[in-house]
């Protein structure tokens, strides 16, 4: 998993609630196992005119000039809520996104989205709106997020933030899941030497 330290990139609000994943990605791109390839679909509905998503819409912030490149969504409260998919996460760091600010998150995506490398940062929602403002004023700002400091800077100003421990740690490193289970591979492998084989016959 990459490490996120400090990060620094154009930010893109999306100024609604309950943008809920099947939103972030729709139901019927489901099919593939792998975490690649989600993000040419997100926001499928809300980013294309037709099915076929030939047709681009020219009203959705994400298709603007001025916002191409982001990597920084802003957007308001229960953000990720609805069904537990963990292709929501993959769908928008394969689509280019770093980081996720909004007041609040569904709480099975906020865990999913840490555990694939996207960090979530909680701000209070009168900084939201006044982050969201300026960057509608302001469109293809860039937003600076340290996971050091615990600040995300944008103009002049700066907000604090705070995550559980556990999670930033994970991020700062680059540690997923697969990874933590190999800091302990030294007692796997002696607790699988001292265990007791069990030869279980099949009739």
């Keep these: ?100 600010i909004a007041p609040s998150f569904a709480n099975i995506f906020n865990k999913n989205a840490l555990g694939n490398g996207l960090l979530t940062v909680k701000l209070k929602g009168e900084e939201v709106n006044e982050l969201i403002t300026y960057l509608e004023q302001n469109a293809g700002a860039s937003v600076t997020i340290s996971l050091e400091e615990m600040y995300v800077q944008c103009g002049d100003k700066r907000y604090s933030f705070d995550l559980e421990p556990f999670y930033r740690n994970c991020l700062l490193n680059g540690l997923d899941n697969i990874d933590l289970t190999l800091e302990h591979g030294d007692a796997i492998s002696a607790y699988e030497k001292s265990s007791t084989t069990w030869n279980v016959g099949i009739n």
């Design 1 to 100: 998993m990459e490490k996120f330290t400090v990060h620094t990139g154009v930010a893109v609000p999306l100024n609604s609630a309950n943008i809920d994943t099947d939103q972030i990605i729709p139901k019927q791109f489901l099919l593939a196992t792998t975490r690649k390839g989600f993000g040419k679909h997100a926001f499928h509905d809300w980013r294309y005119l037709d099915d076929a998503e030939t047709q681009l819409n020219p009203d959705f912030n994400l298709n603007k000039k001025e916002y191409q490149g982001a990597s920084v969504l802003v957007a308001q409260d229960n953000f990720g809520n609805g069904s537990s998919r963990e292709h929501a996460p993959w769908a928008l760091t394969d689509f280019g996104f770093r980081a996720v």
